[in-house]
């Protein structure tokens, strides 16, 4: 029950996120800067930990976990890069809008989201602590992608209802990814793998796409400040935890 109640705080999050990119344009970047603090904060105190006792206790291989870790660094460099749902390059072609291309990019988020619930599901199967920390992870990256996802119809010269729909469905996705979580059961050799390949996608998430964005048109020792109040914020947080 409480993987489902968290995966609700990202529906917030994510919702808010999209608000704030309709409001609060000129201040975005804050947000992304400690967002991504908070991102390395996860992967480096916390599942990274895991890993290492995942490995002393379980006898899992460290090569296949790094193999992992990499995959899902590229993984989700490689889709992002496929379906163009970077938007911070956006006045490179700012001359060529198409709504349908903000309703797939919008749609790829979605079901990106909807791996962030099963991540949040899956992290409660290691532990009540790797899934706290996996859901304080994705709450906070998801405030990025409702942002994305209204910048992206929006950009695309899409109707402020129909971005507001999708927005929706953006945060209802990782609800509907932590609920698909209690149907299946991940073997426990697999667990370590899992966490790999998860803090590959934080690692991308945040070092290639959210700081870049935080960085491209407002860079500034505010930002660069916030970042490192995230990690600080996280690494004091699972002290305590």
Known sequence: MI?????????????????????????????????AGVLLGVVSFDIFPEIIQQVKEGGADPTAVMIALVVG?????????????????????ADHFHPQVGVFSALALAGHSFMDGIGIGLGFQVSPKV???????????????????VALMLAHKNTLRRTRW???????????????????HLPDRWLALYL????GFLLYIGASDILPQAHSKHSSWKTMALTVTGVLFIFVVTRFI
Not at 167 to 182: E, H, K, M, R
Not at 196 to 199: S, T, V, Y
């Open 196 to 199: 790999g390949f998860f803090a």
């Open 131 to 149: 899934g706290v920390f996996m859901a304080v992870a994705v709450i906070a990256h998801d405030f990025t992608d409702g942002m994305n996802t």
């Open 73 to 93: 660094f590229l993984l989700f460099h490689i889709v992002e890069k496929v379906i163009v749902i970077h938007h911070a390059h956006e006045s490179d072609y």
């Open 166 to 184: 999708f927005l929706l469905l953006d945060a209802v996705a990782p609800i509907l990814g932590a609920l698909s979580t209690l149907l299946y």
């Open 3 to 35: 993987p489902i109640l968290l995966a609700l705080a990202t529906f917030v999050s994510t919702g808010l996120g999209g608000l704030f990119c309709i409001r609060e344009k000129n201040r975005l970047h804050l947000v992304m800067g400690f967002t």
